[in-house]
């Protein structure tokens, strides 16, 4: 303790006071550390040895305790209007949750008073970005939960290093806490401590701090994902100047040994992993992997657009994961991968929907939920909750892009907007400029999945993809991103918009997706090298007729279908737009926006 540096053990000294856990420990990072941690979580029954693969490991939570939980996340600021948009009367904002510092303080402290009494608290010096990268920055997470430091091991840079870069420098302060201090008072499911009835999100912007109670599940409790990398990260980067987005980067290289990198923002459980690590099945093209899941870009001294990836691991959706869909992803997480919510297999390995003709005929299933001898057939539930997860080294991903650590960051080239989209969306089509792109942006919509704690599969406005990660007033974050437009000297990115899942009248998707995403790839690779392949539209310029490869596709694809742009329907999501952009964002939604939407409902209707 007393070898922290001051503002650490200061803040160290404040959550023991506060917590009251029986024991403090530093983590350093080291190997050791982490396997009798990991032996540790084994022994408590928290984690159960998966023998088929090496040091991996299966966590079953409690099931009230396997999502985001977004009504409970709140962004903490004086002013309301500095977290969310004023919405129009009598309409509740979709862009997030305020409550004031004051009011928040007093909520912290009906939970956090003594609340580790009887466990450990562990203290994650930790790094988002590579170590000393200029681009990063260093968070302190003290918790209660020995899983959350083992998956902080593979998701963060984390330990002494850490301490030895931050030196007496500033950090997030991230306290998160599962609620449930021993002797317990109720018993536990799964052996999985958390406490859903008083689950909690705190952010204060104003003092860069993180505090979560209740919930020990991925976004709620890794707090240097969603919670530092998007929502702290979202409003630094306006006060600094930079971006931190819910985005891929991906690294793309064409028979020539061309390259280019590519940033894309789909919505959660939408295919931002898949897209990472994607397998192209057009001959020629390379993918490599930058990150799957945040981007933290900033335009260096020469105008370029450069971007990180602030995290150290994947936190990845397993279901609809196999050999065929993202390979890639299955070779990473061979070893050393704590898999969350999966079925498990009598031979000692993991099952998820989509692996069904990857297992031995004679494996038995037990489901994530305990149900022996699981089949599709006998049970009405599914075998891995439909947001399941793998949590797994960077480092293990065999199409890692060599450039992914490098301080400065890989320059972005092109930027991907995209969501689930069953109908009217076209497979691809670009911004006409920079400030269209925006607005392409600002009207993503994309049906809920299992990501969130959503009850329909109803389709959602979600702008950015960042619609439950906004850290301030969405209407601002739009004006950061108009800003860049007026400045000099910048080499602006072209937009684009993508859509995997259109489909056609018996519902099934037009398009083949995964590997077969890598002709839109192609076409947007070649205009980023400005070839005339392009044809205007309403909506903007979609590919050529002829243009997109579709040499050696397995199954013809319906063009017309998956390009077509419906008047009706586009009229009708003109009418969706402004209906969500005058009651959501109001007062606070930047001129360019409303004239983009006006420009867009003149030229469907004029088509
Ligand atoms: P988060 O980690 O929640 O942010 O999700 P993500 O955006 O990384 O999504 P991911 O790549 O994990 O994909 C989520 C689900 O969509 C998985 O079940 C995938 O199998 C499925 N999916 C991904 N890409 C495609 C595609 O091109 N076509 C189809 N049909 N499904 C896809
Ligand atoms: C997402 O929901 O976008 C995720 C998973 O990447 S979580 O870490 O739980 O936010
Ligand atoms: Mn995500």
Redesign the pocket.
Known sequence: MSQLPEKVFNYVEENINLCKPDSVHICDGSQMENDILLYQLQKDGILKKLPKYKNCWLAKTDPADV??VERLTYISTELKRDTIPTPKTGVASQLGNWMSPADMEEQLFMRFPECMKGRTMYVIPFSMGPIGSPLSKIGIQCTDSPYVVASMNIMTRMGVKVLDSLKDGDFVKCLHSVGRPLPLTAPLHNNWPCDPKNTLVAHFQERNEICSFGSG????S?LG??CFALRIGSKLAQREGWFAE?MLILGLENSKGEKKYIAAAF???CG??NLAMMTPLLPGYKVTCVGD??AWMRFDENGQLRAINPENGF???APGTSNKTNPCAMDTIQTNTIFTNVAETSDGGVFWEGLEKEIDDDVEITSWLGEEHWTKEKSSKTAAHP?S?FCTPASQCPILDKEWECPKGVPIDAIIFGGRRPDGVPLVYEAFNWQHGVFLGASMRSEA?A??EHKAKSLMHDPF?MR??FGYNFGDYLKHWMSFQDKKNLNLPKIFHVNWFRKNSEGQFLWPGFGENARVLDWIFRRINNEDITQKSPIGLLPKFDSLNLDGLDNPVDLEALFNIPKEFWLDEVKALEKYFEEQVNVDLPPQIREELKKLEERVKNS
């Open positions: 999502a985001r599940y991925g976004g709620n890794l994902k969603k819910h919505p959660s459980a931002k992993t899941d945040i936190f990845g959706v947001n997860r999945t990501a969130a993809a439950p990660f």
